[in-house]
């Protein structure tokens, strides 16, 4: 069954700098204006966003800059916002909703993995693939738009 209850809402594609914290190596993009009190500007570092990367550069939760960026020994700071890895890293961070879900429902079944339950081989395979099948969830069974946002979440059906 498809569903969308937990995914998030869009972010709007505004932004036009990169802001690092100095002291936490963190930070998050920003759009033109004030972010901080100006006697704290010095703890900040402020990086022009190129025009072609602004929009994949909205796309990173607030104080999840650090998943996306390197800092060479010289100081200087490198955005990947383009590779495989990043490509997953922006999937994964849109659906925290859907993971939750799908750890609730595998608490929900953790009965069926005790030994002392009785239930013959058939039916125990079963709810093993159901489980499986949450467990891949991250990386099977959702549909993701062109900004990596879910589109759909192909839950797989628990036995009868």
């Known amino acids: 069954m498809s569903d969308t209850s937990n995914i998030p809402p869009r972010i709007p594609i505004d932004r036009t700098r ?7 190596k963190n930070g998050w993009t920003h759009a033109d204006g004030d972010f901080c009190d100006p006697d704290d500007i010095d703890n900040f570092i402020v990086i022009p966003i ?12 607030s104080f999840n800059l650090k998943e996306f960026m390197t800092e060479d020994t010289d100081g200087n700071f490198t955005f990947d916002l383009y590779s495989n890895d990043a490509i997953n890293k922006f999937k994964r961070q849109n659906i925290k909703g859907v993971i939750k879900k799908r750890n609730e ?6 009965w ?10 058939v039916t125990r395979g079963k709810w093993n693939d159901y489980r ?9 069974g959702i549909t993701y738009d062109e900004d990596f946002f879910p589109v759909s979440v192909n839950w797989p059906t628990p036995p009868q």
């Open 18 to 24: 990169y802001i690092i914290d100095r002291r936490t």
């Open 50 to 61: 190129p025009e072609e990367d602004r929009r994949r550069a909205a796309m990173i939760k």
């Open 105 to 110: 429902k595998l608490t929900e079944t953790d």
């Open 112 to 121: 069926t993995q005790s030994p002392d339950v009785y239930m013959d081989g």
């Open 132 to 140: 499986r099948q949450l467990r891949d969830l991250p990386t099977t």
